[in-house]
Structure formats: structure tokens, C-alpha cells
């Protein structure tokens, strides 16, 4: 038996990395996954590949939000879980960020968890979860990243507060916070169509040998597997919480 048997979850940000392994891992434990993404073709290959549902989705819209959930009922009846996964990372030092970029992470990274929590919950069975992805960046500060860090702050805010309103419905809501994973959005080398992913992976563990103290970049199996644990009752007593996953970078500095 599969840790997610019988329960319907929609995965945002599906086409690739954390949520595309999150909606593998989920379908392997028997999940019935709705898949959602703006990279319509990318997704749509994932989902026929493990048998999931695939939705476009702009997690900025209201009625696409709507949609997604619509269609996860009318294909399986119901809904139990969520996984807030969609999100953008911008670059930029805070004082020389423009208004637009700052409000366009805001639109996607907060905007969207908002809505996905607002509209989910609504339509959720009693005893869902929901799960928040959030970063090391929500729980510290990171130079060049500050609409990203801050709404990512923000997601950890919006988790308590949904975990306090839906504790009565024993529907738990968590956080993840993940530091350097080797995806798309923080490895841009990946998105090269010549390169070769095991290089581009291994200079990203370069980069972050000296700062984080497992000496390497986290994999998106990696933070897959805390969304299932936080998505199934292996976390039954647990709800409200941000989960740090960052191969030990928030514990400090070495200096030896």
C-alpha cells in the first residue's frame, strides 16, 4: 500500500523540478496527482508519462485557480491535498529592484500560495493537507533576493495562519523551506539544451561546497520526499510549521 492511496492532490509548478518530482513520488504512493503548470507541453508529457491529470494554471489567476480545483473533482470526485510549489526567482539588489519585478514575485510566489490556499481548502475533504513551499530565504535574509525573501517570509506567515482557521477541520497546513536544490530556477545551466546535466549539476555543487555544510546542492527528490511526509500521516500530530531542508546552511558558518 502506498503512503497517498485514495487521495487526490494537486501539484503546482508540476512540469519540472521540485514539483515534477514531487508528483512522481506522489503517484508512486498512490495519489491520484492533478498536475498544473504554465509549460503546457512539459506537463502534459509528465502526465501521461505517470498517469496523472494535467491543468494549465497561472497561479496569479483567480478563476484559473477555480478551474484547477473544478477539474480535480470532476475527474476524481474530490480533493485532499495541495502543494503550493509554484514560484519565480529574480535577481536583483533591493534598492535597484523595479516596482514591476518586485510585484511580479509577489503575484506569483504569494499571490498564487494565497489563492491556492483560499480556493483548495474551500473545496478540500476534511483531514487535507496542504503544503506551502517556502525557502531557506523565508526564515533568514540573502543579499540580491529580496521580493523573492520576502514573500517567501510571507508563505510562512500565510502557513500558520491557515494551520490556526483549519485546524477544525483537521486540515494541516506546513511549509517547506529549501535551500540550494539543483533546479531550473537556481541552476539555470539546466535549461541549456546542450549542456550536460551532470556537469551543470556538479558546478552548482561547486558553488555551494563551502557554504553549506553537507558540502553539495540538495536534489528535488530530496525536498519531494518531506512534501509526501508532510502530505501523509506519517505527520498526523504535525500542522502550522516551517521544515528547513538545506544540507545544515542555516545552522551557521564553519570557520575550520
Not at 502534459?44 to 497561472?58: F, P, Q, S, T, W
Not at 558553488?207 to 527528490?221: C, H, N, S
Request: hydrophobic share 45%; charged share 20%.
Amino acid at each position: 500500500m502506498g503512503k497517498l492511496d485514495g487521495r487526490v492532490v494537486i501539484v503546482t509548478g508540476a512540469a519540472r523540478g521540485q514539483g515534477e518530482q514531487e508528483a512522481r513520488l506522489f503517484r508512486e504512493e498512490g495519489a491520484r496527482v492533478v498536475i498544473t503548470d504554465v509549460l503546457d507541453d512539459q506537463g502534459e508529457r509528465l502526465a501521461k508519462e505517470i498517469g496523472a491529470r494535467y491543468v494549465h494554471l497561472d497561479v496569479r489567476s483567480e478563476a484559473g485557480w477555480q478551474a484547477a480545483v473544478a477539474a480535480a473533482k470532476d475527474a476524481y470526485g474530490h480533493l485532499d491535498g495541495l502543494v503550493n510549489n509554484a514560484g519565480i526567482l529574480r535577481f536583483h539588489h533591493l534598492v535597484d529592484t523595479p516596482l514591476d519585478e518586485f510585484m511580479e514575485v509577489v503575484r506569483v510566489n504569494q499571490a498564487g500560495c494565497f489563492l491556492g490556499i483560499r480556493t483548495a481548502a474551500a473545496e478540500m475533504a476534511d483531514g487535507g493537507t496542504i503544503v506551502n513551499t517556502a525557502s531557506y530565504t523565508g526564515v533568514t535574509g540573502m543579499a540580491a533576493v529580496g521580493a523573492y525573501a520576502a514573500t517567501k517570509h510571507a508563505i510562512v506567515g500565510l502557513t500558520r495562519v491557515a494551520a490556526l482557521e483549519l485546524a477544525r477541520r483537521g486540515i494541516r497546513v506546513n511549509a517547506m523551506c529549501p535551500g540550494a536544490i539543483d533546479t531550473a530556477m537556481s541552476n539555470p545551466a539546466l535549461l541549456d539544451p546542450g549542456a550536460d546535466p551532470e556537469e551543470a549539476s556538479l558546478g552548482m555543487d561547486r558553488l555551494y561546497r563551502k557554504l553549506v555544510p553537507l558540502g553539495r546542492a540538495g536534489r528535488p527528490e530530496e525536498v519531494a520526499r518531506l512534501a509526501l511526509f508532510l502530505s501523509c500521516a506519517d505527520s498526523s500530530y504535525i500542522t502550522g510549521q516551517p521544515f528547513v531542508i538545506d544540507g545544515g546552511w542555516l545552522a551557521g558558518v564553519s570557520v575550520i
